[in-house]
């Protein structure tokens, strides 16, 4: 099993910044890729900014001038720094680890969600 946990959420204003930390743990494999997702009230949740194991990244339109993922492979820690944030970034957002095993097909493994509030 891995265990997923996520940090950093919280309440700010527009135009604010805001980093949020992911970090995976556990035996049985590797981690591959990392990365967030968001679910808005009443919306399905979306892919916000992934990243590789070899760091190659992917990120939603919506964000990709504004925020940045960015992985420290040795702790299986992935971050995601947001700036000039806007109400429409709303979320609760999510980190997913896929776990790799030698002849297993990658497993999916998601924290519980931390609450990103962008408000005046």
């Known amino acids: 099993q891995v265990q997923v946990a996520e940090s950093g959420g919280g309440l700010v204003e527009p135009g604010g910044s805001l980093t949020l930390s992911c970090a995976a743990s556990?035996?049985?494999?590797?981690?591959?890729?990392m990365g967030w997702y968001r679910q808005g009230s009443g919306w399905q949740r979306e892919m916000v900014a992934v990243?590789?194991?070899?760091?190659?990244?992917n990120y939603a339109d919506s964000v990709k001038d504004r925020f940045t993922i960015a992985r420290d492979s040795g702790k299986n820690t992935v971050y995601l720094q947001m700036r000039r944030l806007k109400p429409e970034d709303t979320a609760v957002y999510y980190c997913?680890?896929?776990?790799?095993?030698?002849?297993?097909?990658?497993?999916?493994?998601w924290g519980q969600g931390t609450q990103i509030t962008v408000s005046s």
């Open positions: 990243i590789t194991s070899g760091g190659a990244t």
């Open positions: 997913k680890a896929v776990r790799i095993r030698l002849e297993r097909r990658p497993d999916d493994f």
């Open positions: 556990g035996s049985g494999g590797s981690i591959g890729t």
